[in-house]
């Protein structure tokens, strides 16, 4: 599923490389509250100060996604030329006394970025204040020397903790902020797929580690379990629901005012979590129970526990791995399909579900050809008994 929150972020952006790239007339209105140079060759701070100025609501929302798209393509999309890109201007990493800093003067002198300030990249070296008015031909009135050093110092900071880069870069040169916003002319997937990258575990990740300690690989697999071993929409959306812990339960619905009792309702004994409804549950574990009992008076192989009954099985290289997953899915579909049709769980009833399943399956691969055919008896030979039941 789609991050909505970014989703909505990169589609205002999209307001900001319209801004840079056509001369519509609407500009005008934006020009008199904001100095589009400044908001291009500045930092975020100078984007705030433009969010603060506006009254409209939809420009405000499109300088704080601007603000976000700043910091998340600072934090993962750092290049060795982007330090050099990277404004002195309201640049809130670049600080004296804890604030960011803006001198128009030198501003206006196309003094703009940290290259701007490095006179030998090879040795690493900076402008001293005599050289640095000599390229820039500035008035020595205009700024002084503890004015230039303390700018400088700031900067030496910022770059304290990386290698400078051996090269000078060569004008003219696009602005760090608004670079992201000339690669493409249109649609908004890149600033989607930048501000998505902010790594934050999904919610139903961290609910179910509290109980089964899970590291990343297995989490992989499990996200993509439901999507490999069947088409079936309906299997697949229940342990999507699963997996991130959004499946609807007598607990949630309680705390939302929508049930009168958070009590599960097959057994009216336990509160209703997921965990619950489909393993912990008495009539869930006695229908297992009676089920696996079917199997080795079948002499069918079919072991799971807890954990690889509600996210699966994880062993691709078994030959019957598509349909013994199948099999659990139909199992925990079954077991909510009762529960939200308040009736009791049988295994004559379970058993004519799988069974309607396998046939159908069967249909659709012999009618598909011999290659079909022979895939579905292999992966499906070991279930072959509980059909003729």
């Not at 509250?33 to 291009?40: G, M, R």
């Amino acid at each position: 599923m789609i991050n909505l929150k970014a989703y909505v972020d990169s589609l205002k952006l999209c307001w900001i490389r319209r801004l840079y790239q056509t001369t519509a007339k609407w500009q005008v209105i934006l020009k008199s509250f904001i100095n589009i140079d400044v908001l291009a060759n500045c930092g975020e701070d100078y984007v705030q100060i433009c969010q603060k100025k506006m009254k409209n609501k939809f420009w405000i929302d499109v300088f704080k996604a601007w603000n976000r798209l700043i910091f998340m393509n600072e934090k993962y999309t750092f290049r060795e030329d982007s330090i050099l890109k990277s404004p002195i201007w309201f640049n809130r990493n670049i600080t004296i006394g804890r604030k960011s800093v803006f001198t128009k003067s030198l501003f206006e002198k196309n003094v703009l970025t940290v290259n701007d300030l490095i006179k030998d990249h090879s040795l690493g070296d900076f402008y001293t204040f005599h050289e640095f008015l000599q390229t820039y031909n500035i008035t020595p009135g205009t700024t002084n020397f503890l004015h230039y050093h303390s700018i400088l110092s700031a900067v030496k900071q910022f770059l304290s903790s990386v290698e400078i880069p051996k090269s000078k870069l060569q004008y003219p040169l696009v602005p760090l902020n608004i670079e992201v916003f000339l690669r493409k002319r249109k649609g908004s997937r890149d600033f989607y797929n930048i501000l998505i990258q902010n790594n934050i575990i999904p919610t139903g990740k961290v609910k179910w580690n509290k109980e089964f300690e899970l590291n990343d690989a297995t989490w992989a697999q499990i996200y993509k379990t439901p999507f490999v071993v069947t088409k079936n929409t309906k299997l697949q959306w229940i342990q999507y629901r699963i997996n991130h812990h959004i499946l609807t339960t007598n607990s949630f619905l309680f705390k939302a005012h929508l049930a009168i009792t958070p009590r599960c309702i097959l057994c009216n004994a336990e509160t209703e979590t997921i965990i619950h409804a489909l393993w912990e549950c008495q009539e869930v574990q006695t229908l297992l129970v009676g089920f696996t009992i079917l199997l080795d008076a079948l002499l069918i192989p079919f072991a799971f526990n807890k954990q690889s009954f509600i996210f699966g099985l994880l062993s691709p290289n078994s030959i019957s791995y598509k349909a013994d997953n199948e099999i659990l899915l139909l199992i925990k579909q079954y077991i909510y399909s009762m529960r939200c049709l308040h009736k009791s769980l049988n295994i004559n009833s379970l058993i004519s579900t799988i069974k309607d399943y396998y046939n159908l399956q069967k249909y659709i691969a012999y009618s598909q050809g011999e290659r079909v055919r022979e895939k579905f008896e292999k992966e499906w030979k070991k279930w072959e008994k509980i059909s003729n039941l």
